[in-house]
């Protein structure tokens, strides 16, 4: 089946550092969604990514899809404290079912002040 | 302004005593999905419901059921739960238009069995 590998597994960085992780897949996605998940909560979208070499903003978070639609990152610039959670990116394959997403293991940020 | 409500946000059950948890949302969604999540996991599909139609994943247990009686609520039923259920149960919808989606979870349930 379709793996995602995301990486970091964890981050510690001080407020103000930027941030940067990432997914790669063996296998090809038409989307490409970055969630944010805080204790307690559900994820939370953060970017939606839906062609191929596309670059979005968020804010101070950047995503980008990957031009060989196997890989994705995430940049954050500038982290504050409430950077804080679980950083999940998911992959949408071709499905005529709805959208079954294949979800990365996450990336735990924790910012330091 | 909640667009996928989930009832009730903590949930403590005894060991085989049936629970029902609650899922409603407010953006006429096609497609509702029912998730397990265990601590530093990522979100593990039980099944989903486009439209009407039940799908339901190849390694999702007999004892996890769902309904959905009408567009904006779905349930997942626990008919017997083990202490291998603790878990937060996330759900989440789509539109269901197209092969480029976007999913929208809702809160979660923390589920505790004793």
């Known amino acids: 089946g379709q793996q995602l590998n995301q990486s970091p597994q964890s981050m510690f960085i001080q407020e103000g550092e930027d941030v940067s992780m990432n997914c790669t897949s063996s296998s090809i996605f038409n989307t490409w969604l970055w969630y944010k998940q805080e204790p307690g909560e559900g994820p939370v979208l953060l970017i939606a990514l839906y062609k191929a070499g596309e670059l979005t903003s968020n804010g101070r978070l950047t995503a980008q899809f990957g031009i060989t639609r196997k890989d994705s990152f995430l940049n954050i610039s500038a982290s504050i404290p409430s950077d804080v959670g679980i950083y999940f990116c998911a992959g949408q394959g071709r499905e005529t079912s709805g959208s079954r997403l294949t979800f990365g293991e996450g990336t735990q940020l924790t910012v330091n002040p | 302004d909640a667009m996928v409500i989930q009832n009730p946000r903590y949930q403590v059950t005894q060991f085989g005593k049936p629970v029902t948890l609650s899922c409603s949302q407010t953006l006429n969604h096609n497609v509702m999905y029912w998730y397990q999540q265990k601590s530093s996991q990522a979100p593990k599909l039980l099944f989903h419901?486009?439209?009407?139609?039940?799908?339901n994943e190849a390694d999702t247990p007999d004892n996890f059921q769902s309904r959905r009686p009408n567009t904006s609520f779905c349930f997942l039923d626990i008919r017997s739960p083990g202490l291998g259920d603790a878990a937060m149960y996330l759900c989440?919808?789509?539109?269901?238009?197209?092969?480029?989606?976007?999913?929208?979870f809702g809160p979660g349930t923390r589920l505790l069995v004793l």
């Open positions: 989440a919808t789509s539109e269901g238009q197209g092969s480029q989606e976007t999913q929208y």
């Open positions: 419901y486009y439209d009407k139609d039940f799908n």
